[in-house]
């Protein structure tokens, strides 16, 4: 079946620091991958997504490239703010599936000043 | 506008009580979902609603019923539940059925005691 791995965190950086999250996924054919965001007692937020090998999903300074030859979706940012201080799941799901979202399991960031 | 709205935003309940959670969206998505989240971990999918004909039910147990009366609104009623049921409790819509992506509304935070 799908599945979805992530690094395990919390990952702690010093505000303006560049940030990557490892995610990598399993899976038959071309799902769709996204990002998403939960922040402190909040739903979750669509932070980008991807529909198809080397497209790159980009969403306020966040970045990610569909790698289909190494099956993965890493999360980037060149610097970061104490406000992005979140947990952050990457998903991926796939047409005839009934739109199923596998997540991977969370990573906590948290940016200190 | 991409809202998902749910009320209300925080839920005690007894063993024998019954109540319901709602869930609206007004972007003309044809596909809508309930999912549980524990603390620390991802959401876990229960039910999603297609064209207003549930779709999908993830073995939940019956003392959750969901309903769909309108393409907008959906409903999660509740009844009998166990202290292990207290969770984050999250709505999503999506334009269809196929892998485009899922909307989250801000959750229900249940506690049943």
């Known amino acids: ?113 | 506008d991409t809202e998902v709205t749910q009320t209300p935003k925080h839920l005690v309940m007894g063993m024998t009580n019954k109540k319901s959670l709602k869930c609206e969206q007004h972007m003309g998505h044809r596909a809508m979902y309930w999912y549980k989240q524990k603390a620390k971990k991802p959401p876990e999918l229960m039910f999603v609603y297609s064209y207003e004909k549930l779709s999908i039910n993830e073995s939940v147990p019956s003392r959750f019923s969901p309903e769909c009366p309108n393409s907008s609104l959906l409903n999660l009623h509740l009844h009998a539940l166990q202290p292990e049921d207290s969770a984050l409790y999250l709505c999503a819509s999506s334009q269809d059925g196929t892998r485009n992506e899922q909307y989250f509304g801000p959750g229900t935070r249940l506690t049943v005691t």
């Open chain 1, 1 to 113: 079946g799908d599945s979805v791995t992530q690094m395990e965190g919390p990952v702690t950086l010093s505000e303006e620091a560049f940030l990557t999250i490892n995610c990598t996924y399993t899976a038959t054919g071309y799902p769709s991958l996204f990002w998403y965001v939960q922040y402190p007692g909040e739903g979750l937020q669509l932070l980008l997504k991807a529909t198809k090998a080397d497209d790159k999903g980009s969403n306020k300074g966040f970045e990610a490239t569909y790698r289909k030859e190494t099956t993965s979706f890493h999360l980037e940012k060149g610097s970061v703010q104490v406000s992005d201080s979140a947990v952050y799941f990457c998903a991926l799901s796939h047409t005839g599936g009934g739109n199923k979202l596998t997540f991977g399991t969370g990573t906590q960031l948290k940016v200190e000043l």
